[in-house]
């Protein structure tokens, strides 16, 4: 599940940002945040308390269960 996890926060980030490749600060500044904020928003309603800003990463760890895998899964796929 790590993979499919990975994946699927890799094109979250894609489709939140609505941005092409962010490779320094000129392209980083035109990402979507009122876009961002609302799947932040959508994110926390579902249960899953994410970084609060489309710069930061979320990182999972030995201690996360494949159910919490799927139960994040659902909510990004629920909220993009």
């Not at 599940?1 to 980083?28: C, G, M, W």
């Not at 249960?47 to 895998?69: K, R």
Request: glycine share 2%; net charge negative; aromatic share 14%.
């Amino acid at each position: 599940h790590y993979n499919q996890f990975l994946a699927a926060t890799l094109a979250e980030k894609r489709s939140v940002l609505e941005s092409p490749d962010i490779i320094n600060f000129e392209t980083a500044k035109e990402c979507d945040i009122d876009h961002f904020w609302s799947y932040l928003r959508s994110m926390i309603a579902r249960g899953v308390y994410w970084p609060p800003s489309q710069f930061e990463s979320a990182f999972i760890s030995s201690v996360h269960t494949e159910e919490d895998l799927e139960f994040t899964l659902d909510a990004i796929a629920e909220s993009i």
